[in-house]
T-cell receptor, first 121, second 114 residues
Framework: NAGVTQTPKFQVLKTGQSMTLQCAQDMNHNSMYWYRQDPGMGLRLIYY???????DKGEVPNGYNVSRLNKREFSLRLESAAPSQTSVYFC????????????????????FGPGTRLTVL | GENVEQHPSTLSVQEGDSAVIKCTYS??????FPWYKQELGKRPQLIID?????GEKKDQRIAVTLNKTAKHFSLHITETQPEDSAVYFCAASNSLDSWGKLQFGAGTQVVVTP
């Protein structure tokens, strides 16, 4: 059981280049998330997917797109990278969607991937 | 939306002493409050969480308290050890409405000196 995996671990881009960060989970979770982490800023939500087939913007979505390919995989795309997108990117997943007391008890816990360190020159 | 403030931003303690980190939240509908520990270069990992139907939860040397009226919650670490050195993040969410979306605090850098 690998949990949440991310590729690549490190990436250096030039301004204007594009790339896709990959994330997969094997915990049969419904919800998946992309965060960026900058020094002193904590974790900021870029996009999330409450369930397969749905995606929504988070706190800082500009410059990014996402695809929920299937229940396991959630990718983040930078179409035209900018130096301001230099950051550490974390994918996370949680059991998420449910009903009634089950959701209340289990929905919130998020499990994080190992992160991707991205530098845009 | 939810806003979470975390204090202090840095905390230096002597080994064996206690450490306390405090967070406040703005959305009275928030009902789930996890704490994550992040060691240098590693991913955030859940260390303890509390839901709004309880006021306190303890797991060995760590405990979390929640005051719903004042909308604040705190992490307490007793008998600190060097391996407790890390960045700690609090978070809040309304699990009944937001499909598990968490709003994180800015983090507290804890340094435990021998």
């Amino acid at each position: 059981n690998a949990g949440v995996t991310q590729t690549p671990k490190f990436q250096v881009l030039k301004t204007g280049q594009s790339m896709t960060l990959q994330c997969a989970q094997d915990m049969n979770h419904n919800s998946m998330y992309w965060y960026r982490q900058d020094p002193g800023m904590g974790l900021r939500l870029i996009y999330y997917s409450a369930s397969e087939g749905t995606t929504d913007k988070g706190e800082v979505p500009n410059g990014y797109n996402v695809s929920r390919l299937n229940k396991r995989e959630f990718s983040l795309r930078l179409e035209s990278a900018a130096p301001s997108q230099t950051s550490v990117y974390f994918c996370a997943s949680s059991l998420g969607q449910g009903t009634g007391d089950w959701r209340y008890l289990l929905g919130g816990t998020q499990y994080f991937g190992p992160g991707t360190r991205l530098t845009v020159l | 939306g939810e806003n979470v403030e975390q204090h202090p931003s840095t905390l230096s303690v002597q080994e064996g002493d206690s450490a306390v980190i405090k967070c406040t939240y703005s959305d009275s509908a928030s009902n789930y409050f996890p704490w994550y520990k992040q060691e240098l270069g590693k991913r955030p990992q859940l260390i303890i969480d509390i839901r709004s139907n309880v006021g306190e939860k303890k797991d060995q040397r760590i405990a979390v308290t929640l005051n719903k009226t004042a909308k604040h919650f705190s992490l307490h670490i007793t008998e600190t050890q060097p391996e407790d050195s890390a960045v700690y993040f609090c978070a809040a969410s309304n699990s009944l409405d937001s499909w598990g979306k968490l709003q994180f605090g800015a983090g507290t850098q804890v340094v435990v000196t021998p």
